[in-house]
Each structure stands twice: as C-alpha cells, then as structure tokens.
C-alpha cells in the first residue's frame, strides 16, 4: 500500500487571534471538509500578539459566522518561531502581520511561506483583510465576505476545487 502525502499544514495569522485568523481557519476547515478533503489537511490560527491566549473567538465574529452555518471552534494562541518550519503555508491579515510573522524567521529561510490573505482574493480587491475589532458588525460581515474568498482561493491555488 503507497502512503500517502503528508497532510497540508495551514496557519492563519492576525494580531488576536480572536476575529479574522479564527474566522478564516473555520471557513477554511469547513471547504476543506465539504470538498471531502480534511485528512489532506491540518489547519491552525495564532496571532502576533498573546493578549488573547485561550480566548475563544470573538462573540460578534462568531455570531456573524454561526448566521452563515459555520461552527465555531478554537482558542487564541500567539505565533511561535516553529510554526515557521512546522506549516507549509502562513497566511497573514494585513501588512503588520506579514512583516511580523516574516520578523520571527531571522535567516529568512521560511520567508517564501508567508503570504497575504488578500493575494488569494478573487472577487475582492482590499489592500489588506481589515480588523473588524473596534467597528460595528457590518464589519464582521465583511471580513467574512473576504475570507470567504481567499479561502476559495487558497484552494484553487493548491489544486482543489
């Protein structure tokens, strides 16, 4: 019997850890299972920040989340230096990630698996996946709306869907 290929390993980053990188590994975990392909898959969220560690999502995102029929999952955890060698994809929610996350690799050998969310948008073109965490709902709504779409990206790029 042929073993097969290592799982995929995802990690969304924002600053939290509590609204757009927990929001985007659940739609993402959920196309990866509607596409029939979680056990190609290991999918994770952190933040640059530990403010959060063990929090849950935030209520308003998971709200947002649970009115499109998303279940919700997850607690808050900050992004290590190994995450860098662990994950084969890291994907950022804005600038300040990106150059955050790209900060923890000082050689610069993992710098080629970092990438922003928004270069995997089809439909949307934002400079950056915005924070909703100050802001009214409408916000939550939108980020969803975003992340909808790079995660529908995110697969396209990697051969599914």
Known sequence: MPNSPPPCRVLFVCLGNICRSPAAEIIFTKLVCDAGRKQDFVVDSAGTIGH????????RMSDALKR?????????RKIEAEDLE?????????ESNFSDVKAL???????SKVHPF??????????????PYYGE?????HV???LEDGCGGILKSLGIG
């Open 137 to 141: 709902q409408r916000g939550f709504d």
């Open 105 to 111: 690799d000082k050689t610069g050998i993992y710098h």
């Open 68 to 76: 499109k029929g998303y279940s919700i999952h997850g607690n808050a």
């Open 118 to 131: 928004v270069s995997y948008c089809h439909s949307h073109d934002d400079p950056r996946v915005p924070d």
């Open 86 to 94: 662990n994950f084969d994809l890291i994907v950022t929610m804005d």
């Open 144 to 146: 969803i709306a975003l």
């Open 52 to 59: 959060h560690q063990g929090s849950s999502p935030d209520a």
